[in-house]
């Protein structure tokens, strides 16, 4: 009896909160995400692009179109959002730039995955074509991609124009570029196999506002945008011996549980005259070590500063962590953490100037292999966006240092690797052969964008770039400028190829990962507009992106 009841009865094994969403339904969820998140960026792309302006909780403005600064200022709370966001974040850490890109192609690889999986065509091949797709195509890149003599100074100024193209670093790029390529090399160093390593530890970048951006500059050593303690203190020491100092110059506070009672006057002073002397002994013992300098990361007290001042001895105090330990490679010291261990031998050697037009010191060490970008902007939105469009640059640069391989931009390599995997597809059998198309065609969404963006006819551009590329020129690309197919390496449009293979890459990892899910199983809500510590789920899925509406809404 018993057994026929449950033979009846659905077992039940999740608890009544939980929800879950299987096979077409999860793809479709999931794709969703994905594509709306892919196209919330997509306006960003190319030298035409547009910024986005993103408001936090607490109200703080960011303006900028840069892929991964956007995904992450977004208040997203989608796991499969996250999954595509996490592909702007590797393609950041990897290669600096390119984060547009890779999302971009992330969201139409699962677009036109979609369509396949219309067709009843099962996710298993669709990955695995992509799969194949995906290594043919780094092949492809490792085939077309030039190999550049790193001391060629233009070509790689022009790979840095061509990544701040379009963003807030532009207006300025040629004198930015500049500044980045000299930076570099600046940073650059020969390893004993004689390839290139640039150690961007070396580099430190400041930005000031108030100022336009081509009075940017870059300075051999480090910059401390600090004021002397004292007044009385001298503001620049050629031939500085130099003390970096993590330990305050302070009276040492007594443990929390002492008290002192005081039962007459004398006693008073007496207690007075030996804090005094505490502090006399510290800056007697930075006079005995020879220094002239100190840069301190703590706090200094007003009677010190007075004894140090009459010393003739520089001193700052509250420098920046992240400052001291640039300094520390600029003038080879240690940061002494403890004042009474400081001897001759911790003292590092150089010059500190003093800008009193700039409120700044510059610090050049003897043999400083450091150095500092100063950007100049002419409020904090233009500077913070000026900032990041710097550090892609940077990284693209070093990356074209380094590698030495770099490809014609403006959609020519897409372009070239979707023909050539058409032809590749050919010679794969099976229903993968359609993925690989697919693929290709995924790819083709960076030229059409770039148009699009620039107020052209996509299809028309499609058209016009592939007979370029049926007809030979491997270069032909689209110059958003003039609106003409051209050789895009000549016109100085340049990218590197390491960028170009890891957005491919990403984008085809995470496509798979999404497309391998046939089931979404949530302990709570799917929904993931939760209130409060509720645990969320991957959102609510036969609403669509219906759980995405609190993220994404203001960015579509």
Not at 38 to 65: C, H, Q, Y
Request: hydrophobic fraction near 40%.
């Amino acid at each position: 009896m018993s057994q026929r009841m449950q033979q009846g009865q659905p077992m039940i094994v999740m608890s009544e909160d939980s929800q879950r969403v299987k096979d077409q339904d999860a793809q479709d969820y999931n794709i969703s995400a994905a594509r709306a998140v892919a196209e919330s960026v997509r306006s960003t792309l190319g030298p035409k692009g547009m910024d986005k302006m993103l408001v936090d909780s607490m109200g703080s403005v960011t303006i900028t179109n840069d892929g991964v600064t956007i995904l992450q200022e977004m208040d997203i709370d989608n796991p499969t959002a996250e999954m595509i966001i996490e592909v702007a974040e590797t393609q950041e850490d990897e290669a600096g730039d390119g984060t547009t890109t890779a999302v971009s192609i992330a969201g139409e690889l699962l677009k036109n995955a979609e369509e396949l999986l219309e067709q009843d065509i099962h996710p298993t091949a669709i990955i695995k074509g992509f799969h194949m797709a995906s290594e043919q195509a780094r092949e492809e890149i490792e085939n077309i991609a030039e190999n550049i003599d790193t001391d060629d100074e233009e070509l790689i100024r022009k790979t840095a124009e061509t990544s701040m193209t379009g963003k807030g670093a532009e207006v300025n790029k040629e004198h930015l570029a500049q500044l980045i390529v000299d930076a570099i090399r600046g940073v650059t160093v020969e390893n004993a196999e004689g390839e290139n390593v640039v150690d961007l530890e070396f580099l430190n970048i400041e930005t000031q506002t108030g100022r336009s951006v081509g009075e940017s500059e870059l300075l051999e050593g480090g910059i401390i945008d600090k004021d002397p303690a004292h007044d009385n203190m001298p503001s620049s020491v050629e031939d500085a011996k130099i003390l970096l100092l993590n330990d305050p110059i302070e009276v040492e506070e007594a443990d929390v549980d002492t008290e002192v009672n005081v039962t007459d006057p004398s006693q008073l002073q007496q207690f007075l005259d030996r804090e005094e002397k505490q502090l006399k002994d510290k800056v007697q013992h930075i006079v005995d070590t020879g220094a002239d300098v100190v840069f301190c990361q703590k706090g200094i007290d007003d009677l010190a500063q007075h004894y140090l001042a009459k010393e003739g001895i520089l001193a700052v105090r509250r420098v920046k962590k992240s400052d001291l330990q640039f300094l520390a490679e600029v003038v080879s010291a240690p940061i002494v953490s403890d004042l009474e261990s400081a001897t001759e031998e911790s003292l590092g050697f150089g010059s500190v100037t003093r800008d009193d037009e700039d409120d700044l010191f510059y610090v050049e060490g003897e043999d400083s292999h450091g150095v500092t970008l100063l950007l100049r902007g002419s409020t904090d939105h233009v500077v913070d966006e000026l900032e990041r469009g710097v550090n892609d640059a940077l990284d693209v640069v070093a990356q074209t240092v380094s590698d030495g391989r770099v490809l014609a931009g403006g959609g020519a390599i897409e372009v070239e690797l979707a023909s050539r995997l058409r032809d590749y597809a050919d010679s794969v059998s099976g229903r993968e052969q359609l993925a690989v198309e697919a693929f290709a065609d995924s790819l083709e969404l960076v030229p059409r964008v770039l148009a699009e963006n620039a107020g052209l006819d996509s299809i028309d551009t499609l058209v016009d770039l592939r007979a370029a590329h049926e007809s030979g020129d491997q270069r032909a690309g689209l110059n958003v400028f003039s609106g003409d197919v051209e050789d895009t390496f000549e016109a100085g449009i340049v990218e590197p190829a390491h960028a170009k293979e890891q957005a491919v890459t990403s984008a085809t990892e995470a496509a798979n990962l999404v497309l391998k899910i046939d089931d979404i199983i949530s302990a709570g809500d799917l929904s993931t507009d939760k209130g409060g510590d509720e645990a969320g789920g991957p959102g609510g899925a036969p609403g669509g992106m219906g759980g995405m509406g609190g993220g994404m809404g203001g960015m579509m």
